[in-house]
Protein backbone atom coordinates (compact mmCIF):
# COMPACT_ATOMS: atom_id res chain seq x y z
CA UNK A 1 0.00 0.00 0.00
CA UNK A 2 1.18 3.46 -0.83
CA UNK A 3 2.59 5.39 2.03
CA UNK A 4 -0.05 8.33 1.14
CA UNK A 5 -3.06 6.17 0.38
CA UNK A 6 -3.82 5.74 4.26
CA UNK A 7 -3.17 9.20 5.79
CA UNK A 8 -6.93 9.13 5.61
CA UNK A 9 -6.53 6.22 8.77
CA UNK A 10 -3.62 8.14 10.23
CA UNK A 11 -5.93 11.00 10.69
CA UNK A 12 -8.61 8.73 11.74
CA UNK A 13 -6.47 7.58 14.51
CA UNK A 14 -5.63 11.30 15.25
CA UNK A 15 -9.55 12.54 16.23
CA UNK A 16 -9.11 9.74 18.35
CA UNK A 17 -6.38 10.73 19.78
CA UNK A 18 -7.53 14.12 20.33
CA UNK A 19 -10.87 12.80 21.68
CA UNK A 20 -8.82 10.46 24.33
CA UNK A 21 -6.43 13.74 24.97
CA UNK A 22 -9.65 16.03 25.84
CA UNK A 23 -11.05 13.43 28.46
CA UNK A 24 -7.94 12.21 29.61
CA UNK A 25 -5.08 14.55 29.60
CA UNK A 26 -2.61 13.00 31.36
CA UNK A 27 -2.28 10.69 28.13
CA UNK A 28 -0.97 13.69 26.58
CA UNK A 29 2.64 13.08 28.00
CA UNK A 30 2.78 10.18 25.81
CA UNK A 31 2.55 12.02 22.31
CA UNK A 32 6.07 11.41 20.72
CA UNK A 33 8.12 15.53 20.50
CA UNK A 34 9.43 16.80 17.20
CA UNK A 35 12.50 19.07 17.67
CA UNK A 36 15.04 20.72 15.80
CA UNK A 37 13.19 20.45 12.28
CA UNK A 38 14.94 21.50 9.55
CA UNK A 39 14.45 21.15 5.63
CA UNK A 40 18.16 20.23 4.02
CA UNK A 41 19.06 18.90 0.67
CA UNK A 42 17.20 20.31 -2.21
CA UNK A 43 17.81 20.16 -5.31
CA UNK A 44 15.66 20.28 -8.65
CA UNK A 45 14.06 17.15 -8.03
CA UNK A 46 14.38 16.70 -4.04
CA UNK A 47 14.37 17.39 -0.40
CA UNK A 48 14.93 16.25 3.02
CA UNK A 49 13.58 16.93 6.42
CA UNK A 50 15.34 16.27 9.60
CA UNK A 51 14.48 15.96 13.16
CA UNK A 52 14.48 14.81 16.73
CA UNK A 53 12.23 12.73 19.00
CA UNK A 54 12.20 11.39 21.58
CA UNK A 55 10.78 7.72 20.64
CA UNK A 56 12.59 4.97 18.37
CA UNK A 57 9.40 4.48 15.85
CA UNK A 58 9.46 4.92 12.60
CA UNK A 59 9.66 8.28 10.86
CA UNK A 60 7.26 9.53 8.28
CA UNK A 61 5.84 12.90 6.84
CA UNK A 62 3.02 14.47 5.29
CA UNK A 63 3.43 16.54 1.70
CA UNK A 64 1.02 19.47 0.59
CA UNK A 65 1.13 21.54 -2.50
CA UNK A 66 -0.67 24.20 -0.78
CA UNK A 67 -0.39 25.92 2.94
CA UNK A 68 -4.08 24.79 3.68
CA UNK A 69 -3.14 21.14 3.57
CA UNK A 70 -6.19 20.50 1.38
CA UNK A 71 -4.30 19.03 -1.67
CA UNK A 72 -1.87 16.09 -0.37
CA UNK A 73 0.92 15.24 -3.16
CA UNK A 74 0.78 11.82 -4.24
CA UNK A 75 1.86 11.01 -8.09
CA UNK A 76 5.29 10.34 -9.19
CA UNK A 77 7.29 10.92 -5.73
CA UNK A 78 9.31 8.69 -3.49
CA UNK A 79 9.17 9.06 0.20
CA UNK A 80 12.84 7.21 2.06
CA UNK A 81 12.65 7.10 5.34
CA UNK A 82 16.24 7.42 6.99
CA UNK A 83 17.13 8.38 3.42
CA UNK A 84 21.67 8.73 4.11
CA UNK A 85 21.63 6.19 6.75
CA UNK A 86 21.87 2.09 6.02
CA UNK A 87 23.01 -0.80 8.46
CA UNK A 88 23.94 0.02 12.15
CA UNK A 89 24.18 3.63 11.12
CA UNK A 90 20.52 3.49 10.18
CA UNK A 91 19.87 1.42 13.72
CA UNK A 92 21.95 4.02 15.62
CA UNK A 93 20.41 7.00 14.23
CA UNK A 94 16.99 5.44 15.01
CA UNK A 95 18.13 4.13 19.01
CA UNK A 96 19.02 7.90 19.15
CA UNK A 97 16.25 9.63 17.63
CA UNK A 98 17.51 11.30 14.83
CA UNK A 99 15.29 11.31 11.94
CA UNK A 100 15.87 12.01 8.13
CA UNK A 101 13.52 11.45 5.32
CA UNK A 102 13.65 12.18 1.85
CA UNK A 103 11.03 13.28 -0.72
CA UNK A 104 11.97 12.95 -4.41
CA UNK A 105 10.48 12.94 -7.83
CA UNK A 106 9.33 16.52 -7.34
CA UNK A 107 9.09 19.51 -9.43
CA UNK A 108 11.70 22.02 -10.31
CA UNK A 109 11.47 25.16 -8.90
CA UNK A 110 7.64 24.31 -7.55
CA UNK A 111 7.04 25.14 -3.61
CA UNK A 112 5.35 22.33 -1.33
CA UNK A 113 4.75 21.96 1.82
CA UNK A 114 5.44 19.36 4.30
CA UNK A 115 5.60 18.33 7.86
CA UNK A 116 7.16 15.39 10.17
CA UNK A 117 4.80 12.98 11.29
CA UNK A 118 6.46 10.68 14.52
CA UNK A 119 4.11 7.21 15.63
CA UNK A 120 5.30 5.44 19.09
CA UNK A 121 5.41 1.96 18.16
CA UNK A 122 4.46 1.04 21.79
CA UNK A 123 1.47 2.85 21.06
CA UNK A 124 0.09 3.04 17.46
CA UNK A 125 -2.92 6.06 18.86
CA UNK A 126 0.22 8.44 20.00
CA UNK A 127 1.31 10.35 16.78
CA UNK A 128 2.99 13.63 17.03
CA UNK A 129 2.75 16.14 14.30
CA UNK A 130 5.49 19.00 13.49
CA UNK A 131 4.21 22.61 12.33
CA UNK A 132 4.26 22.62 8.53
CA UNK A 133 7.63 24.16 6.59
CA UNK A 134 7.33 25.39 3.16
CA UNK A 135 10.16 24.85 0.71
CA UNK A 136 10.47 25.79 -2.97
CA UNK A 137 12.58 23.41 -5.01
CA UNK A 138 15.89 24.50 -6.89
CA UNK A 139 15.63 25.80 -10.69
CA UNK A 140 18.56 24.26 -11.62
CA UNK A 141 20.94 22.52 -10.01
CA UNK A 142 24.61 22.26 -12.01
CA UNK A 143 28.40 21.52 -10.40
CA UNK A 144 28.83 24.79 -8.85
CA UNK A 145 32.26 25.85 -11.02
CA UNK A 146 31.69 26.01 -14.40
CA UNK A 147 34.28 27.69 -16.27
CA UNK A 148 33.44 28.37 -20.13
CA UNK A 149 31.83 24.72 -20.20
CA UNK A 150 34.59 22.83 -18.28
CA UNK A 151 34.63 21.73 -14.73
CA UNK A 152 36.85 22.58 -12.65
CA UNK A 153 38.06 19.99 -9.79
CA UNK A 154 38.20 21.98 -6.39
CA UNK A 155 39.49 20.87 -2.70
CA UNK A 156 35.80 21.88 -1.32
CA UNK A 157 33.49 19.54 -3.61
CA UNK A 158 33.60 17.27 -0.43
CA UNK A 159 33.72 18.33 3.67
CA UNK A 160 34.08 16.37 6.36
CA UNK A 161 33.18 16.65 9.94
CA UNK A 162 34.58 15.20 13.00
CA UNK A 163 31.86 14.50 16.03
CA UNK A 164 33.24 14.82 19.35
CA UNK A 165 33.84 12.29 21.37
CA UNK A 166 34.90 12.17 25.34
CA UNK A 167 38.34 11.31 26.21
CA UNK A 168 36.75 8.45 28.10
CA UNK A 169 35.09 6.72 25.34
CA UNK A 170 37.60 4.93 23.13
CA UNK A 171 34.66 3.72 20.59
CA UNK A 172 34.38 6.32 17.80
CA UNK A 173 31.38 3.64 16.68
CA UNK A 174 29.09 5.43 19.85
CA UNK A 175 29.09 8.46 17.54
CA UNK A 176 27.35 6.87 14.98
CA UNK A 177 23.91 7.84 14.11
CA UNK A 178 24.35 11.43 15.04
CA UNK A 179 23.33 13.96 12.32
CA UNK A 180 25.10 16.99 11.39
CA UNK A 181 23.63 20.11 9.53
CA UNK A 182 26.47 22.04 7.48
CA UNK A 183 24.75 25.44 6.75
CA UNK A 184 26.57 28.04 4.46
CA UNK A 185 25.21 31.77 3.81
CA UNK A 186 25.18 32.15 0.44
CA UNK A 187 23.07 28.93 0.41
CA UNK A 188 19.63 28.80 0.83
CA UNK A 189 19.45 25.34 2.55
CA UNK A 190 21.27 23.25 4.86
CA UNK A 191 23.03 20.11 3.87
CA UNK A 192 22.61 17.05 6.59
CA UNK A 193 24.59 13.58 6.89
CA UNK A 194 24.49 10.75 9.29
CA UNK A 195 27.99 10.52 11.30
CA UNK A 196 29.65 6.90 10.30
CA UNK A 197 28.29 6.86 6.61
CA UNK A 198 30.26 6.62 3.64
CA UNK A 199 32.53 8.52 6.32
CA UNK A 200 35.38 7.59 8.42
CA UNK A 201 34.27 7.14 12.00
CA UNK A 202 33.30 9.24 14.17
CA UNK A 203 32.67 11.82 10.91
CA UNK A 204 30.27 12.74 8.36
CA UNK A 205 30.83 13.81 4.75
CA UNK A 206 28.98 16.73 2.76
CA UNK A 207 29.24 17.38 -1.20
CA UNK A 208 28.75 21.44 -1.69
CA UNK A 209 27.83 20.61 -4.75
CA UNK A 210 24.58 20.25 -3.69
CA UNK A 211 24.41 23.24 -2.03
CA UNK A 212 22.37 26.23 -4.40
CA UNK A 213 21.71 29.51 -3.67
CA UNK A 214 18.41 31.94 -3.83
CA UNK A 215 18.38 32.52 -7.08
CA UNK A 216 17.65 28.59 -7.51
CA UNK A 217 20.64 27.80 -9.01
CA UNK A 218 23.91 25.80 -7.72
CA UNK A 219 25.89 28.19 -5.38
CA UNK A 220 29.67 29.06 -5.70
CA UNK A 221 31.10 28.06 -2.68
CA UNK A 222 34.53 29.66 -2.39
CA UNK A 223 37.30 28.66 0.17
CA UNK A 224 37.65 30.92 2.54
CA UNK A 225 33.74 31.24 3.63
CA UNK A 226 31.91 30.67 6.70
CA UNK A 227 29.98 27.71 7.45
CA UNK A 228 28.14 26.79 10.96
CA UNK A 229 27.26 22.98 11.82
CA UNK A 230 25.07 21.63 14.33
CA UNK A 231 25.03 18.27 15.82
CA UNK A 232 22.09 16.65 16.66
CA UNK A 233 23.38 14.16 19.20
CA UNK A 234 20.41 12.19 20.53
CA UNK A 235 17.05 12.19 22.00
CA UNK A 236 15.57 16.04 22.37
CA UNK A 237 19.13 17.29 23.67
CA UNK A 238 20.27 20.68 22.51
CA UNK A 239 22.05 20.68 19.01
CA UNK A 240 26.19 21.53 19.81
CA UNK A 241 26.68 24.57 17.42
CA UNK A 242 30.50 25.02 15.44
CA UNK A 243 31.38 27.80 13.32
CA UNK A 244 34.38 27.33 11.20
CA UNK A 245 35.80 28.41 7.69
CA UNK A 246 35.78 26.44 4.41
CA UNK A 247 39.83 25.12 3.29
CA UNK A 248 41.09 27.62 0.81
CA UNK A 249 40.61 26.09 -2.92
CA UNK A 250 43.88 24.07 -4.04
CA UNK A 251 42.76 23.21 -7.18
CA UNK A 252 42.82 19.74 -6.49
CA UNK A 253 39.80 17.52 -5.80
CA UNK A 254 40.01 16.49 -1.94
CA UNK A 255 38.48 16.04 1.06
CA UNK A 256 38.91 18.36 3.26
CA UNK A 257 38.10 19.69 6.82
CA UNK A 258 36.48 23.01 7.88
CA UNK A 259 39.17 25.31 10.04
CA UNK A 260 38.89 26.81 13.40
CA UNK A 261 39.54 30.37 14.03
CA UNK A 262 40.73 31.92 17.28
CA UNK A 263 40.27 30.31 19.97
CA UNK A 264 38.75 33.44 21.82
CA UNK A 265 36.59 34.73 18.81
CA UNK A 266 34.47 31.46 19.10
CA UNK A 267 31.59 32.95 16.43
CA UNK A 268 34.57 34.05 13.70
CA UNK A 269 33.78 37.76 12.83
CA UNK A 270 36.59 39.55 13.29
CA UNK A 271 36.83 39.96 17.10
CA UNK A 272 36.20 38.70 20.92
CA UNK A 273 32.95 40.29 22.31
CA UNK A 274 29.49 40.26 23.93
CA UNK A 275 28.63 37.65 21.06
CA UNK A 276 31.25 35.53 22.07
CA UNK A 277 30.36 35.66 25.21
CA UNK A 278 26.24 35.00 25.09
CA UNK A 279 27.62 31.59 23.44
CA UNK A 280 30.41 30.80 26.41
CA UNK A 281 27.72 31.22 28.73
CA UNK A 282 25.34 29.13 27.46
CA UNK A 283 28.86 26.50 27.63
CA UNK A 284 29.78 27.46 31.07
CA UNK A 285 29.60 24.38 33.74
CA UNK A 286 28.95 22.09 30.84
CA UNK A 287 31.01 18.59 31.64
CA UNK A 288 33.13 17.01 28.98
CA UNK A 289 30.72 13.67 29.07
CA UNK A 290 27.75 16.13 28.64
CA UNK A 291 26.18 15.27 25.35
CA UNK A 292 25.78 18.94 24.86
CA UNK A 293 29.79 19.56 25.59
CA UNK A 294 31.47 21.92 22.79
CA UNK A 295 35.07 21.58 22.97
CA UNK A 296 35.51 24.81 21.18
CA UNK A 297 34.80 26.56 24.98
CA UNK A 298 37.36 24.20 26.48
CA UNK A 299 40.44 26.60 26.39
CA UNK A 300 42.03 25.01 29.55
CA UNK A 301 41.94 21.23 29.16
CA UNK A 302 42.62 20.09 32.91
CA UNK A 303 41.07 16.85 34.58
CA UNK A 304 38.04 18.43 36.49
CA UNK A 305 37.05 17.45 32.90
CA UNK A 306 34.10 20.47 32.55
CA UNK A 307 34.05 24.00 31.53
CA UNK A 308 34.83 26.50 34.15
CA UNK A 309 36.06 29.32 36.06
CA UNK A 310 39.30 28.73 34.08
CA UNK A 311 38.30 28.80 31.11
CA UNK A 312 36.62 32.19 31.73
CA UNK A 313 39.84 33.33 32.70
CA UNK A 314 41.58 32.73 30.11
CA UNK A 315 38.65 33.74 27.57
CA UNK A 316 38.45 37.29 29.30
CA UNK A 317 41.86 38.34 28.81
CA UNK A 318 41.11 37.90 25.16
CA UNK A 319 37.51 40.29 25.20
CA UNK A 320 38.22 42.91 23.16
CA UNK A 321 40.33 42.16 20.43
CA UNK A 322 39.78 42.85 16.74
CA UNK A 323 41.01 42.46 13.54
CA UNK A 324 41.36 38.80 14.37
Same mark, same amino acid.
Do not use: C, H
Given at each position: ? =????? %??? +?????????? $???????AANALPEVAGLTITDVTASSFSIVWMTDVQGEPDIEIYSDAQMTNSVKDRIIITRMAGASGDTKDAATGKGNMRVMVSGLDPDAAYYVRAVMS !? &????????????? =? /? %???? @??? &?????????????? !????? +??? $?????? *????? +???????? /?? *????PLSAFVGEAAQEPEAL? *?? @????? %? *??????????? $?? %????? +????AAAVLYYRKLAPNSGAATVSEPLKGYF???? $? =?????DGDFELFKKQYGVLTSDPGFNPDFDFVEDAAGLIDVKDFSKFSVEYGKQGL
Open positions: M =DRLSY %TPF +KRFYSLIWTF $MLLFFPG !D &PQNPLSIGYSALQ =D /V %TTAS @NVT &PYKNVSGALLSLSN !DLVSF +KTY $MPPANS *DPGNG +KGELIILE /VP *DAKYF *DL @NNLYG %T *DGFSAEIAGGG $MV %TLRIY +KGGLADVN $M =DGRVD
